[in-house]
């Protein structure tokens, strides 16, 4: 049996359970560089076991709807935020834990300007652009050890709007 899912915006309140979602939104904390820089301060959780944070580029294939989730992974040992090198959307899948197994997995689809951040040990989606080029900046922990868990679906999903 194929379960559908729905993509719905992405919203701060909606994520705050699956990690944090980094926008420039609200009154910044501070202004910066006489007055011409709006700082919104610290907005995401890096969390490592050990090793320490990385900046990587990722180039991802863009993706089509609707769209078959057959995995999610994530990571143990570390957070993981995904900045965006374009103002396109890119959808963003999440599922809860329970007791080791993802399941109810969620779809989002961000606006112009968010990035998101998962916590460690969230069940996500893998990158998934939605236009090209598919260019992101992606912190998270560089270190030995692994820190990748992948869980393959039984059941069928579908993702569309």
């Known amino acids: 049996?194929?379960?559908?899912?729905?993509?719905?915006?992405?919203?701060?309140d909606a994520f705050a359970p699956f990690g944090d979602v980094m926008e420039a939104a609200?009154?910044?904390?501070?202004?910066?560089?006489?007055?011409?820089?709006?700082?919104?301060?610290?907005?995401?959780f890096l969390d490592f076991t050990d090793g320490q944070a990385g900046i990587s580029i990722f180039k991802?294939?863009?993706?089509?709807?609707?769209?078959?989730l057959e995995m999610v992974?994530?990571?143990?040992?570390?957070?993981?935020?995904?900045?965006?090198?374009?103002?396109?959307p890119f959808l963003v899948v999440v599922a809860s834990d329970?007791?080791?197994?993802?399941?109810?997995?969620?779809?989002?689809?961000t606006a112009p300007g968010q990035a998101i951040n998962f916590h460690k040990g969230t069940w996500h989606g893998v990158l998934t652009p939605l236009c090209e080029p598919g260019l992101f900046a992606?912190?998270?922990?560089i270190g030995d050890g692994a820190n990748l868990q992948e869980h393959w679906f039984d059941e069928s999903y579908i993702i569309d709007r």
């Open 1 to 12: 049996m194929t379960q559908r899912i729905k993509i719905q915006p992405l919203t701060a």
């Open 138 to 141: 992606v912190v998270d922990r």
């Open 26 to 44: 609200g009154t910044p904390d501070k202004m910066i560089n006489q007055g011409k820089c709006a700082r919104f301060h610290d907005r995401a």
């Open 73 to 88: 992974e994530r990571h143990p040992e570390g957070s993981q935020a995904f900045v965006p090198m374009s103002f396109d």
């Open 98 to 109: 329970a007791d080791g197994t993802p399941v109810d997995p969620i779809a989002f689809i």
């Open 60 to 68: 991802g294939q863009k993706e089509t709807l609707p769209l078959a």
